[in-house]
């Protein structure tokens, strides 16, 4: 059989090619030509629009070229131009390297650093343009301070020198969306829009210069509870596996921070828009993280009664033991070596990153509060915190109708109370504005008829859900008198059942009940 293919194969290629008789190899490879005629004849047909398809499918059957060894394979044009380009240049493409070689680091340094005074000098020329002042000495100033702002040295005690005016106090609410409390919000750093968060799942976005809601993004609908056991996904890494607590950047990077109830924090870069790494070591809910400039950061642990400064680089964390009677809710830094911390147990404390205790513990900070008829006494909770950093001034909130300031004193030994400041409501949110100046500095405060946690305390009566503003003026600078008719429509100290001299109380009566201790 065998035979009788193989000279039916010669025949074939004899009438149609006329060449000579191929080798034993060559007709191995060949197809069975019978074969196929005979599948022909039953009815296999070929693909159409293939040539020489394949028979019995829709691929295309092509035959496999011949090689002939003593074939000779000419070049292109383009090769031969290429390859005269580099024998008549030789240095030509070495050339384009160096050209394309990026500056060292040291080149960069100083790039950066001509850039950064430039920068410096278009500020203090455009801040004294009006002044004759030199403006080197300016410059110079300006560079001592970011030094020791970056070495957590930098001090400016400004507390003594701050007041508010009552008439200059607005608020910002919905009543048609804001139904239910403000639990966060944040300012940007041209101090024209505040972002707030509340207990509905909703985001606005607020202006400064119109005093209104610009936008309202709505919350999507509720996970399954499947859906939240898998946790939340980023880029195919999983996320946090329970509620966020709190974020935040950075300071001058797009590197995030966040904290939740699964007892971890999660850092998160924006330039890559991907999850980096996750920080583990708290035994309960992470309540607040906070960031400066280093590549640190900061969080309190609720009730594991600890805070925890993260030391990104070197791998490594510092414990501190703190509120053993109660939850640490809250952390502040004041600058890169000194923060604040606060909890339900009513103690405001300041503590140094190269000690163990804290410098002051203030207990009862915001009075205490009477349950069961007055037989028991409980230190208020405190809420919320905040920090004009790398100053002396920090202030703290709770529900006992006051935003509180106070005075860090040296080697932040001590607090001393400067203000208070007339907020009824849970005091969930507060937020120092960016400008570096008294002139342009106000308070943001986040007021809700319950605390942003919980339903515990119950729902204030007579307290609009909004967001406060409350401008800060150097003290001294007269007060501007004006009648009912011109203050603000949406705020005002009477109405939240508060009486004008409420507003600005001395500092050793806005406090006489509070001890004060340094360890």
């Given at each position: 059989?065998?035979f ?13 090619n ?10 191995k490879?060949?197809p ?16 159409q629009?293939?040539r ?6 829709n691929q295309g059957?092509?035959k ?11 070049s ?11 024998t008549d240049?030789p ?27 430039e920068?410096?000098?278009k ?8 002044e004759?002042?030199?403006v ?9 301070e970011d ?18 005016d ?6 910002l ?25 509340c207990?509905?799942g ?10 209104k809601k610009v936008?309202?993004?709505k ?18 890494k ?19 921070y966040?904290s ?9 870069s924006?330039?890559?828009m991907g ?18 400039s ?19 680089v070197?791998?490594s964390?510092?414990?501190y ?6 939850s640490v ?16 147990d009513?103690l ?12 002051v513990?203030?207990p009862k900070s ?12 409980f ?22 109708g ?6 860090c ?6 607090l001393?109370?400067?203000l208070k400041?007339?907020?009824v409501?849970w ?12 002139n342009?500095k ?7 008829k319950?605390?942003k ?8 009566s007579?307290?609009?859900n909004?967001?406060i ?6 003290k001294?600078?007269?007060?501007e008198e ?8 949406n705020y ?23 001890d004060?201790?340094?360890?």
């Amino acid at each position: 059989m065998s035979f009788f293919i193989r000279k039916r194969g010669e025949r074939i290629t004899t009438a149609i090619n006329k060449k000579p008789k191929p080798s034993n190899t060559e007709m191995k490879n060949r197809p069975n030509l019978k074969k196929f005629e005979f599948q022909r004849g039953r009815g296999m047909k070929r693909s159409q629009g293939s040539r020489g398809g394949r028979i019995g499918t829709n691929q295309g059957f092509s035959k496999k070229p011949k090689f002939d060894p003593n074939e000779e394979i000419e070049s292109s044009t383009d090769d031969e131009e290429y390859n005269e380009g580099i024998t008549d240049k030789p240095g030509q493409i070495e050339q384009e390297e160096d050209d394309e070689i990026q500056e060292t680091a040291q080149e960069k340094k100083i790039r950066l650093a001509k850039l950064y005074l430039e920068e410096i000098e278009k500020e203090e020329q455009e801040r004294e343009e009006n002044e004759e002042v030199d403006v080197d000495l300016l410059v110079a100033k300006r560079l001592r301070e970011d030094i020791l702002e970056s070495e957590g040295r930098l001090r400016r005690e400004i507390s003594d020198s701050i007041s508010f005016d009552p008439n200059m106090i607005f608020s910002l609410t919905s009543s048609k969306h804001l139904k239910k409390s403000v639990t966060c919000l944040c300012i940007s750093h041209d101090d024209k829009w505040i972002f707030s968060g509340c207990k509905d799942g909703h985001l606005f976005k607020w202006s400064m210069n119109d005093k209104k809601k610009v936008l309202m993004v709505k919350r999507k609908e509720t996970l399954s509870k499947r859906k939240q056991k898998k946790g939340f996904t980023m880029e195919g890494k999983v996320g946090h596996r329970g509620p966020v607590r709190s974020l935040v950047f950075r300071h001058k990077t797009h590197t995030l921070y966040s904290s939740s109830d699964d007892r971890s924090i999660r850092i998160w870069s924006l330039d890559e828009m991907g999850y980096v790494e996750t920080l583990f070591g708290h035994q309960d809910t992470v309540t607040s993280v906070d960031a400066l400039s280093r590549e640190r950061a900061i969080s309190s642990g609720g009730r594991d009664s600890s805070i925890r400064v993260w030391k990104i680089v070197e791998e490594s964390q510092l414990v501190y033991n703190a509120h053993p009677n109660g939850s640490v809710d809250i952390v502040k830094l004041i600058n890169e070596e000194n923060f604040l911390s606060g909890g339900d147990d009513g103690l405001l404390c300041t503590w140094n990153v190269n000690r163990k205790k804290p410098l002051v513990v203030l207990p009862k900070s915001h009075g205490v509060e009477k349950s069961f008829d007055g037989l028991y006494e409980f230190p208020r909770w405190i809420s919320s915190l905040a920090t004009w950093t790398n100053t002396d001034l920090v202030a703290s909130g709770s529900n006992d109708g006051f935003l509180r300031l106070w005075k860090c004193g040296d080697r932040f030994k001590t607090l001393t109370p400067v203000l208070k400041i007339p907020c009824v409501g849970w005091i969930n949110s507060i937020q120092f504005s960016h400008g570096a100046e008294i002139n342009s500095k106000f308070l943001a405060v986040g007021i809700g008829k319950e605390h942003k946690s919980g339903r515990w305390s119950g729902s204030l009566s007579g307290v609009k859900n909004s967001i406060i503003i409350i401008p800060l003026i150097p003290k001294g600078k007269p007060i501007e008198e004006s009648d009912s008719s011109e203050s603000s429509p949406n705020y005002s100290p009477s109405s939240n059942g508060l009486q004008s001299s409420q507003i600005c109380t001395d500092a050793n009566e806005s406090n006489s009940n509070v001890d004060i201790t340094a360890s």
